[in-house]
């Protein structure tokens, strides 16, 4: 019983390496197809905010598990930068929402672009029912995680 737990743990870990490896790779690919010089936590918040559009600065927070003063510290940058705009809320006067501006327009059309080129890779070389069964395993584990 011993050695099928021990198995059990190495595919595990074998499987969070794979998740990492491929993260890296990706994200090695997405920055030199997209030419735009972030941080990981800016990448992640850009994301976040193509993401969820009209997100306020405190979701955005929640979302990545940081402070609001970090998040705005950030937005602050990136408004700076020209990635995103702060629109005031009608109703109430103190809050924002962040919409994107140029840059950040410019980067989820750069996005998309990279993604439909990883997509088309997939469907290339991967079955469809293997692409499913892929995205099923894969949801189970996010699910296992959150």
């Known amino acids: 019983m011993k050695d099928k737990s021990m198995k059990n743990k190495n595919i595990a870990e074998q499987i969070n390496r794979t998740i990492e490896d491929i993260w890296i790779i990706l994200e090695k690919k997405e920055r030199a197809y997209t030419n735009i010089k972030l941080n990981n936590q800016q990448y992640i918040l850009l994301t976040l905010i193509i993401r969820h559009p009209f997100s306020s600065p405190t979701e955005l927070a929640e979302k990545m598990g940081i402070t609001k003063s970090a998040v705005s510290q950030q937005l602050a940058k990136f408004e700076r930068d020209g990635y995103i705009v702060r629109k005031q809320h009608i109703e109430d006067k103190r ?40 995205l099923s395993a894969l949801q189970k584990l996010q699910e296992l995680l959150e």
């Open 95 to 134: 809050a924002f929402s962040i919409e994107l501006g140029e840059k950040g327009l410019l980067y989820k059309n750069e996005m998309q672009a990279f993604c439909q080129q990883i997509s088309e890779k997939y469907h290339a070389n991967l079955s469809s029912k293997e692409l499913l069964h892929m």
